[in-house]
């Protein structure tokens, strides 16, 4: 575990990476960025094969109140925008170094340019995270987003460029893996709680996820 006197914003080109940050605990992948603020401890560890920018810059080049709003979300979705941006600035690294450095403010504010209030997918997403065993039909999502299923299915193609069972089979095993890794709840008992119908389909899941059993990767986060 270290930490920095500079803002570093860490970016998803390939693959997934689990990251610890100031105690907050998520995964990374080409949907999702994590922000870490000067001072803050963090400590990851990659999945699979994967490539990750690293942008580093000082506090003056974001401003006091965009750092502070970062420090308390930590994790940040990426649009169909940025995504975009960040595989021209990784491409771009690998020639010149000059015209990824330009990049570097287009792709802040790209990252930035999120409404402070959370969006319908934040609440919807949070309200997932709380229970995610619970039926989440497509109808039962849209109802907490507050629309209608043929809506919420345009607002996850604009904003996160995924489908809503998608983001649900995400958080689902986000919560098993964070249950493996950090309590001694049974393999079945964290798939019931996540939603998997058995622990046999948990096992296909994480197969398909990480390329590990659950068992397996028990025992390499507890190592």
Known sequence: ??????????????????????????????????????????????????????????????????????????????????????????????????????????????????PQAPSRLEILSRRIELEPGLDWSVPAMAQVAGVSPSRLHALFRAELGRTPQQLLSEIRLRAVQDGLARSTASIAELAFKAG????SALTRAMRRGTGLTPGAYRRRHRQ
């Open 1 to 114: 575990m270290h930490q920095h006197d500079h803002v570093q914003l860490v970016l998803p080109v390939v693959g997934r990476l689990e990251i610890e940050i100031g105690g907050r605990g998520g995964r990374l992948d080409t949907g999702r960025a994590a922000f870490v603020a000067p001072g803050a401890d963090h400590v990851q560890a990659g999945d699979g094969a994967n490539r990750f920018l690293i942008v580093e810059c000082e506090q003056a080049d974001l401003g006091e109140a965009a750092v502070e709003r970062m420090r308390r979300q930590v994790f940040l979705p990426i649009s169909p925008a940025a995504r975009r941006l960040i595989e021209f600035v990784d491409l771009s690294a690998s020639m010149s170094s000059t015209t990824a450095w330009r990049c570097t403010p287009l792709l802040l504010e790209a990252l930035l340019d999120v």
């Open 196 to 199: 998997y119908s058995d622990q």
